[in-house]
Structures are given as C-alpha cells and as structure tokens.
C-alpha cells in the first residue's frame, strides 16, 4: 500500500511522509489501515518493537483531526518520552496543527491545553488534569496509548487502565488507538477497548536471536559461529567484534552503577577503532555534556564519550540524554551500555544488542530476579538499523551450558508472557476509587461498580468477587481517613477527600501527612517535614545500604524531637527501617536546602543528579499539598510548610528565601549577593549597580536582568564598572 494513496489525512501530510523516506506502508501498517484507523475505528497494534507504530497512531490522529475537528491525545509511557515524542509531531505544525506537552505540575485543569491538536502527556497527568476539570477532554477525538503493555505494571498500570476506562466512558465514539509490544494476548487487550486487532511479528529487518557462551555464538537457526573471547571477557568480545565489522552495539545491564561501571570498559574497546575525525566530533560532544551540568556523573560519561563509549539510564540529564542518543544514532559513540527501563521508547537502533544481564535486583524480594521475557524481547528489538545493517542480532551470555539452554528455553524460544491487569490491588484503587467519586464519574456503590466493570480487570478476571472484596476494604478506608462519606449505598467526597484527589496525592499519603501535621502542629522543622513527606508511598524509597543503618539510627535519637509523630520501636523492624529510609532521603534534602554542592550530594547518597533533582521536585509537590491540606483541615503549620518548600525547591538556606524570589536569582547568584550585602529585594532596588555587577563576577546581561526583575529603577548598565570593592568580587 502507497502511502500517497491515502485518504482523509490534511492536506500535504502525506507528501511529508514521502520527503521523509516513508513511501510505502509496512505490512503492519497497511493492516491498521484496512482495518480502519484513517475512519475512526479502534485499533490495538501489537507489533515488534522499531517496526513503524508510531505512524499507525499518527494515521490515527492525523484523519481523526482532520475529519472531526477534534482534539487527539497520545498518552506516553514515561515523562522523559514527553518531549520526545512532540517534537517528532512537531512536523504537523506546518499543515496548521498545534502540538502541546503536558508535563510538570498536578493540580491545574490545563485549560490552555484546549488550544493545541495533539496532546502529549504520561497517564498520570491525563488522570490528573481529568480529575481537575479539564473541560477539552470533551473535545478528544482519539486517543493513542503508545505501550498498553504497560498495564500489567504494578505500579503505573492500573493508573492506564482507569484512564483509559474514564476517557472511554466520558468520550463517545472515542477512537482508541492502542500500541504494544508483541504479546500472545493482545486479543483480550483488543476486546476490551471493542478494537479492530493487528497483531504481527512482521519487522523491517530480520532479526537473529542465540546466546554467546565458551567462545561461540549459537543462533535461533541452529548455526553456531566461532567467536572466541581472548583474554577480554564476553560483553567486550562480541562488541569488538560488532565495531571490526563497522556495527555498533548497545549492552543492557541491570542497574545504573553497572551501566556506568560496563561503558568504561567498553570505551577501551571502541577506542582504537577510532579516526582522528572521529575523535575531534567526540571531543566536542564530551565538552556539551560537560557544559551540562559539572558533576562527577558528567565527568565520567564525558570520558567515556571521548572514547567512543556512553551509558544511558533514567538518573541522566535530559541534555545527557539526548547527546548521547543523537551521537549513537550518527554512530559516533560505537557502544552503549544502558539500563532496561530506557529500551522502551528510545529510537536507537544498533547492530547487535547484548543482553549482559537476565537477572535484576527485585525490592519486594531482596533478592536476584529474572528479567520477563516481554521485557528481553523488546531489549532485543534494537537489534538491526533497516537500510543500514545486514540483519540486526541480539544476544544474551552464558556462562555454563546449563545456563546457555536455560536461556534458550526462557527467552530465546519462549513466548512473552501475557499481559495481566493489576488493579485489584489496595494502593492502586485507593486512589482511582476516591478519584472516580470525587469527580462525580460516579455517586454510588452501585455505580462505581459499574465502572470498574468497564475495565481490562473485569474483563480477564473469572472471580469478580475479589474486585468487589478490595473495592470494600478501599472504601472503608477511605471512610475511616474522612476522605468519603458512604450513606445507604451513596458515595460522596468530602472536601478533604476532593482536595487529595486534585493534588493528586495517594490517600495513604495523604493521611500520613495529615496525622503527622498534627502531631507536630504549630512550627514542624524543615527537617521534620522533609522526613514526613518521605514517609509516604509517594516519595519513591533510598535505600539503606550497609552501615546506614546505624548512621540513620543515631540521627533518628539525636533529632527526634523534631520528627513528625511517634518514632516505630527498633523491634518493629520494617516499620524502623522504613522510618530510617525516610530519614535517609530527608538528609538529603535537607543537605540540598543547606546549599551543600550537588556533587557532594551525589557523593554522600550514591545518587546522581537526576535522581537529587527528582526527589526535590517530589519534595516540593508533596509539601506543596501539606499546605493545601494544612489550610483546608485549619492546622497551623502553613508558613513553616511554605519556607521548608521554597527552600527545597531553589536549594537555599533560610536568609536568601526573599532574593530567590527574583527572577534569574538562583541558588548560587543569592548566595553571592547575599555575601556582597543584598538580603533583600528591596536592597537590590536601591543598590548601586556597580556593586551588583560586582557580586555576579562582572556579568553585564545578567546583572541588568536581575536588576530589572528586582524592580530597579535604572537597570541599563551601559558604561557602569564593576566595584572592585565588593568582597565577592573574587568569585
Ligand atoms: P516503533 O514505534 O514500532 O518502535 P517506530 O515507529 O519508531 O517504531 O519506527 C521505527 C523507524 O521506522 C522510524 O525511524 C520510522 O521513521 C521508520 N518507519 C516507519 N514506517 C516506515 C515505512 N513505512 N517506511 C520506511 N520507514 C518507516
């Protein structure tokens, strides 16, 4: 099938398609068309990984827009993608075609999300704006879930599926358009959003799957090709060999510090194969990262980069992130080392794929657990560039032959596993529960009945009577936290109970902070705040590594006056413990809110800088509510909640809470006038510009900026010296 063939799409959309390589549609692709995503029918894709979904879901915005004058949303599977995805969209804008990024914040209707076309954002961000008003949501036309697989994740899979359930029941004739990965039951998928099905293994590239073990390749065909490792080991082996024969290769390992540990090896491997040219493109790209951000993350990726070598994981930069991303795909850095939460959704097809390991470390357990075989099969979906390499190969390592069949049976020839609904779990209903009755989608037990029996759960499951037992044990703890009021079967929130839902808080978290904000009522310490936010199910753990535990222990004594509520008894050992982790990630945040440097920070904690910046932003959103719940349950801890937040958000100690306020005024620039003598904003109003240009080292741009923005009568600073005086003028 022509992609010029094609009909009810906005004028000049498919010569876009031509200049951009795409003429022909793959088999999958024509598929969704004859089975109708250009005329509004729903279709589930489930298609091998890099083999073109993503424009079957553009088919289906693009003639869902175009012929309905309706809005489309695709729903992505992790913020870091957000953005992504937009700016590929961002080629529509010239057909007329507003594309706009939901992220950031909860709590806002986002309103002005009701100008653009396309919609990009997370399932939580599309729960949250739905349970703040968003009237647009009306408006939706189609709707594309990119990775349903996704609902079988513990986690973030129920919020999906009760997203999708809402849209459905509020939008009539909402085009679904569903992508997954190849499961064997899409068709359950497929029934439950009453879709068309496309289910394929076709892929633009043949791939060949095998285990590497002693010093040979065996393949799924049967073949075995000699690869002996030497003296290196095998990861090092079979990417020396990907680069002699000019391919690149991406190496999966289970955690971060591995991926960083595994890249300074490889760089030794891609660096001989490297040319004068191709050290000088390198070097510049090692300097962007650099420019980034200055700390000791940066610094390693940048030396591996100038090697040729990278690793990539979710506690990177975004700027990180997309340099290596950009330099992989132009081939300049050769290998890849790379944790599986970055195998979805990131376009960076290689050579040969190695999965180094099968096995990862599982919280629930404490233990070593196997890797899914959905999970492997994706990894070993970027294996092979169409156009650009033979066939692509994916490759997992064995170390004994016990092993290499083992491997062989549980994901070489093994199906994935089918993809299970988890919503019939207490912390995922808590939420959607109270949700769901907030938003008025439903006003009685009757109802909301009804309404989780329109979703994939009630669909797969052969006892519904367990949903029905944990929808009663959530409502009863909703009752009992005064979220919601049940009377002779009628549900309604109360106004604690429609605030936690706008804030998008889970209940337990909510209640944690509200029993703690009591305990300690009046002026709670930053400290003390930043541990009873950490306490609940929101803030995602630290955990304590050894020795840890008497360090926490000891400040947990020293410092117990100002934590929130009754300190758990050391017998009580996974409340204690929990208790300790929560003081873990509160030093932390306490340390940033001190201004101690973010490498330091990284240091102390074995974190990266996106991991700090994460949990300051979760900090500033959960403290952010404990004031909102502060001010609706009139408890009087307001103001020391605000100052505790203000000086997370910017990292700074209390006398700078008022310079900060400025715009362009950060953490250090405060720093530096506070210690030129500017306390406030008024001082800056009045001071003598030559001293300010001073403190901020003789910026002239930035200095009339700040200037300006702190409300400074004559901020042009044309011809004004810095003052040589000012003691800052050394920095
Ligand atoms: P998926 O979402 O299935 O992982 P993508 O949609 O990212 O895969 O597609 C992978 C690559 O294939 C992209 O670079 C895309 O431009 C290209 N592609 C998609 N469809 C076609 C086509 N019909 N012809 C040529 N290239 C295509």
């Not at 706009?100 to 949250?128: C, F, H, M, P, Q």
């Not at 109802?447 to 949903?467: C, I, K, M, V």
């Not at 904690?605 to 004031?627: H, M, N």
Request: charged content about 30%; overall charge negative.
């Amino acid at each position: 099938m022509q992609i010029e063939d094609l009909s009810g799409l906005p004028d000049g959309v498919t010569e876009h398609f031509v200049s951009a390589g795409i003429e022909e549609l793959y088999p999958p692709q024509a598929a969704a068309v004859e089975a109708g995503v250009l005329s509004g029918e729903s279709v589930v894709a489930s298609v091998p990984t890099a083999s073109g979904k993503t424009l079957i879901a553009q088919l289906g915005m693009l003639s869902a827009i175009h012929e309905t004058d309706g809005m489309a949303l695709y729903i992505v599977p992790l913020r870091a993608l957000a953005s992504e995805k937009a700016a590929e969209f961002e080629a529509f804008e010239q057909f007329g075609l507003d594309v706009a990024v939901s992220t950031g914040n909860y709590e806002e209707d986002g309103d002005w999300l009701g100008n653009a076309d396309v919609v990009v954002a997370t399932s939580e961000k599309v729960d949250s704006l739905i349970r703040n008003g968003a009237d647009w949501i009306d408006d939706l036309a189609c709707v594309v879930a990119d990775e349903v697989h996704l609902v079988d994740d513990r986690g973030r899979g129920p919020t999906l599926e009760v997203t999708l359930a809402k849209l459905r029941s509020r939008v009539p004739n909402l085009q679904v358009v569903a992508l997954s990965a190849t499961i064997g039951n899409a068709d359950e998928i497929a029934d439950w959003l009453e879709a068309e099905l496309v289910d394929s293994d076709w892929r633009p590239i043949e791939l060949r799957t095998g285990v590497h073990y002693g010093d040979a390749l065996h393949l799924d065909d049967g073949s075995t090709t000699e690869l002996p490792t030497g003296s290196q080991d095998q990861t090092e082996a079979l990417v020396a060999d990907t680069i002699a024969a000019d391919g690149s290769a991406l190496v999966f390992v289970n955690s971060r510090r591995n991926a960083e540990a595994a890249a300074r090896r490889l760089g030794e491997v891609t660096e001989s194969a490297l040319s004068a040219a191709d050290r000088e493109a390198l070097q510049e790209v090692a300097d962007e990262i650099r420019a980034v951000s200055d700390t000791e993350t940066s610094e390693d990726l940048a030396a591996a980069v100038e090697q040729g070598a990278a690793f990539h994981h979710a506690g990177l930069a975004r700027g990180h992130r997309t340099l290596v991303e950009d330099a992989f795909r132009e081939r300049l850095i050769r290998a890849v080392s790379a944790t599986p939460t970055l195998a979805a959704g990131v376009n960076t097809p290689s050579r040969r794929v190695v999965v180094r390991d099968w096995r990862r470390y599982d919280g629930s357990t404490g233990g070593m657990a196997p890797l899914s075989t959905l999970e492997v099969h994706q990894m070993f979906g970027r294996a092979g560039r169409p156009g650009r390499d033979p066939h692509g190969e994916a490759v997992l390592l064995a170390k004994s032959h016990d092993e290499l069949e083992e491997l062989f049976d549980r994901y070489v020839y093994a199906d994935p596993e089918p993809v299970r609904s988890k919503l019939a779990a207490e912390p995922a209903l808590r939420s959607h529960v109270l949700s769901t009755v907030a938003t008025g989608f439903v006003h009685s037990h009757e109802g909301l009945l009804e309404f989780l029996g329109e979703t994939l759960y009630a669909s797969q499951t052969d006892d519904p009577s367990r949903l029905e037992a944990v929808t009663e044990d959530v409502l009863e703890y909703l009752d009992r936290n005064d979220f919601l009021v049940r009377e002779n079967g009628d549900l309604r929130a109360t106004p604690a109970g429609h605030l936690v839902s706008q804030l998008y808080l889970d209940p337990m978290s909510a209640a944690i902070i509200i029993d703690g904000l009591r305990a300690g009522e009046g002026s709670p310490s930053p400290l003390g705040l930043y541990h009873l936010v950490s306490r609940t199910p929101d803030m995602y753990e630290l955990y304590l590594k050894s020795g840890d535990e008497s360090t926490y222990t000891e400040i947990a004594y020293e410092r117990e006056r100002e934590l929130l509520g009754q300190t758990p008894s050391e017998f009580a050992e996974g409340e204690f413990e929990d208790w300790l982790s929560a003081l873990k990630t509160a030093k932390l945040l306490e340390d940033w809110a001190e201004e101690l440097d973010e490498d330091r920070i990284a240091e102390r904690y074995g974190v990266g800088p996106g991991d700090i910046r994460g949990k300051v932003e979760t900090a500033e959103w959960l403290l952010q509510a404990a004031e909102r719940l502060a001010g609706e349950l009139e408890i009087s801890s307001a103001s020391a909640i605000r100052e505790a937040r203000i000086r997370v958000e910017h990292g700074i100690r209390a006398d700078l809470l008022d310079l900060v306020g400025i715009r362009h005024v950060g953490r250090k620039r405060a720093r530096r006038l506070r210690e030129a003598g500017f306390e406030t904003r008024e001082d800056l109003r009045q001071a003598d510009p030559g001293r300010v240009l001073a403190a901020l080292s003789g910026r002239q741009k930035t200095t009339e900026k700040v200037l300006a923005s702190a409300g400074h009568p004559n901020p042009d600073l044309d011809g004004v010296e810095a003052d040589e005086d000012t003691p800052s003028s050394q920095h």
